[in-house]
């Protein structure tokens, strides 16, 4: 009867342990898992970064010509004055 009771309780604490190893592993899958996730979306906030300050002088360039052109350009219309500010000749 012994050997039986001592049978099971080796079944149970393999189970428990393998419950405990699957449940580990587990966690460290997702863990990788979120861990690349992280670095995909830092690379891609880097690039939208790069493209918002891009974009950010493109607006202040824009905004420097126009309001030159509005004070600046003497008797000339905005069209032309701006035409020829954006010229090198």
């Known amino acids: 009867m012994s050997h039986v009771i001592n049978t099971i309780a080796v079944g149970v604490k393999v189970r428990t342990l393998?419950?405990?190893m699957l449940k580990e592993v587990t966690q460290m899958l997702m863990l990788?898992?979120?861990?690349?996730?992280?670095s995909k979306l830092d690379e891609k906030r880097k690039y939208i970064h790069a493209w918002r300050n891009v974009?950010?002088?493109?607006?202040?360039?824009?905004?420097?010509?126009?309001?030159?052109?509005?004070?600046?350009?003497?008797?000339?219309?905005?069209?032309?004055?701006?035409?020829?500010?954006?010229s090198w000749t």
């Open 18 to 20: 393998s419950f405990n």
């Open 55 to 86: 974009s950010s002088m493109i607006f202040d360039a824009t905004v420097a010509m126009i309001l030159i052109c509005l004070h600046g350009g003497g008797n000339h219309d905005f069209a032309s004055c701006c035409y020829h500010s954006l």
């Open 32 to 38: 990788e898992k979120a861990q690349l996730q992280k």
